[in-house]
């Protein structure tokens, strides 16, 4: 198999783009993938102070390398969530991949906070994914707007994007139908969040971490549920073997042309205050991390 | 399919699979695609891996090959 660029023999093969291509194609490829993304979706500016959530698995090592090379203003918050089994790990590669790229990072140990997900989860009933979930989004958010950053980026990617879609329209869940998509303005104290690499699959992050020479994390967490995103992920991955290009055709049409008939028909959104006790945006008095710590308190 | 202890014949083909930390053995295989049909993957799913290198799936495999499958959704 041929470098559709440049005609030397390729190391990858792309069949969703009827492409492929030799390594500093692949690069530039990806490169170009993740610019689009950017500038179709007015996602950050080189005068943004971009937050970069970073596991240390591919996706966010990926997306924090790529911003870095095209030279954007980035810094990393690591949130070590306390799980003995992987915590130590991710953060490990987390530390080393920013030392090594000379990308500030702070590292936020929920330990300290008494939030540890060892604890949480012996503590409290919820899906201890959909808490995990919800105390990351409160810290990346916080850390973001109390340092002055005006963006957070994420490395989710097109297979991430077209599961959670899938998921939801099997539900016809219209509050997150409207609310999906690669970028969420700022508002109301909420920070501006954007998703560069949601046009790279899966697939693609791992040959760009390959190809990069990225040290990636591999510590699955013990807590990983098989929840219902896996099986849209292998549906959609198995349609695309058959139509090669549906999965970002699905995406950019839902953005394009289904998004909007989902909007609320009225213009009354949920009020939000700051919480009594920490200042975020709530419906409540008390935001739900503050109701978690003193749960765990 | 042969188990790894039988080290008899240098020319076999040697899979390794990540995350699972399986190796299988391989007497005769053509192509990466051939491989992956073998065991049952799929080629947007995985990086094939030889020396260090990345293999498209139309491409011939040699005797002696040591070849490492890694699944992309397993790491990160
Ligand atoms: S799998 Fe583990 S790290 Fe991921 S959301 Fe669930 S608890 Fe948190
Ligand atoms: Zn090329
Ligand atoms: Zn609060």
Redo the contacts with the bound molecule.
């Keep these: 198999m041929k470098c559709t660029r440049c005609k030397i023999p390729a190391v990858v093969a792309l069949p969703s783009h009827n492409a492929a291509f030799c390594k500093d194609c692949y690069l530039l490829f990806a490169q170009r993938l993740v610019e689009r993304a950017i500038k179709e979706h007015q996602m950050c500016d080189h005068a943004d102070r971009i937050l970069v959530a970073i596991s240390g698995g591919k996706d966010s090592l990926a997306l924090s390398w790529q911003l870095k090379t095209l030279g954007y203003d980035i810094s990393g918050l690591h949130i070590d ?1 306390g ?1 003995p089994e ?1 915590s130590p790990i991710a953060r490990q590669y987390s530390e080393r991949f920013c030392d090594k790229y000379e990308i500030p990072l702070h590292v936020l140990q929920m330990t300290d906070l008494h939030l540890s ?1 060892k604890e949480v989860k012996k503590r409290v009933k919820r899906p ?2 959909s808490v ?2 919800q105390v990351k989004r409160y810290f990346f958010n916080k850390f973001a707007v109390e340092n002055q950053f005006s963006v957070v980026a994420t490395g989710h990617n097109l297979d991430d994007e077209t599961s959670r879609l899938l998921a939801n329209v099997m539900r016809w869940d219209m509050d997150y139908l409207h609310d999906l998509g690669p970028v969420m303005p700022a508002k109301k104290g909420f920070a501006k969040k954007i998703k560069p690499l949601f046009r790279l699959s899966e697939f693609e992050t791992a040959n760009l971490c390959f190809l990069a020479g990225i040290d990636y994390g591999y510590a699955p ?1 013990p ?3 098989k929840a219902s995103f896996p099986v849209y992920k292998n549906l959609l991955l198995d349609l695309e073997d058959i139509q090669p290009g549906r999965k970002i055709h699905f995406y950019d049409g839902f953005l394009k042309r289904g998004r909007k008939g989902f909007m609320p028909m009225d213009d009354e959104d949920i009020t939000v205050h700051p919480c009594v006790e920490c200042g975020y945006p709530t419906s409540t008095g008390q935001c739900g991390v503050c109701r978690l710590r003193s749960t765990m308190s | 399919m042969h188990s790894t202890q039988e080290k008899r014949y240098d020319y076999r083909i040697t899979v390794s699979l990540e995350p699972e930390n399986q190796t299988l053995v391989f007497d005769r295989l053509k192509t990466v695609l051939q491989l992956l049909n073998r065991i049952g993957r799929k080629p947007g799913r995985v990086l094939v891996i030889r020396d260090g290198q990345l293999l498209t799936p139309d491409l011939i495999l040699a005797p002696g090959d040591k070849i490492l499958v890694r699944d992309v959704g397993s790491k990160g």
């Design positions: 969530l799980i992987s997900m201890i994914c995990c979930g967490c807590y990983s549920s």
